[in-house]
């Protein structure tokens, strides 16, 4: 079993900055799949960024050039640093990762976004 913890989020005024973390157990962190989806109230889920064991990165276009997703291995940690927020960015952030044919969600952590 992997649990997956977000934290980072908050309030921020728009074109603020925020750095969401995810802290997953396990000892072969370096080898999952992970990947960063949203859901804003109303709305389905939607991925918002993705990256493989190997730093190989993807992003939805809605976030390209301002959001950047990371992982340090040595830390088994997964990151998204978003820049230039929008109020169209708020939602609750979860992180998911992806083992062995089987997913795995975090609680969520929100990103509000607002003057």
């Known amino acids: 079993q992997v649990q997956l913890v977000e934290s980072g989020g908050g309030l921020v005024q728009p074109g603020g900055s925020l750095r969401l973390s995810c802290a997953a157990s396990?000892?072969?962190?370096?080898?999952?799949?992970m990947a960063w989806y949203r859901q804003a109230p109303g709305k389905q889920r939607e991925l918002v960024a993705t990256?493989?064991?190997?730093?190989?990165?993807n992003y939805a276009d809605s976030v390209k050039g301002r959001f950047a997703i990371s992982r340090d291995n040595t830390k088994n940690t997964m990151y998204l640093q978003m820049n230039n927020l929008k109020p169209d960015d708020a939602a609750v952030y979860y992180c998911?990762?992806?083992?062995?044919?089987?997913?795995?969600w975090g609680q969520g952590t929100q990103v509000t976004v607002s003057s």
């Open positions: 998911n990762a992806y083992i062995h044919s089987r997913t795995y």
């Open positions: 396990g000892s072969a962190f370096n080898t999952y799949f």
């Open positions: 990256i493989t064991s190997a730093g190989t990165t």
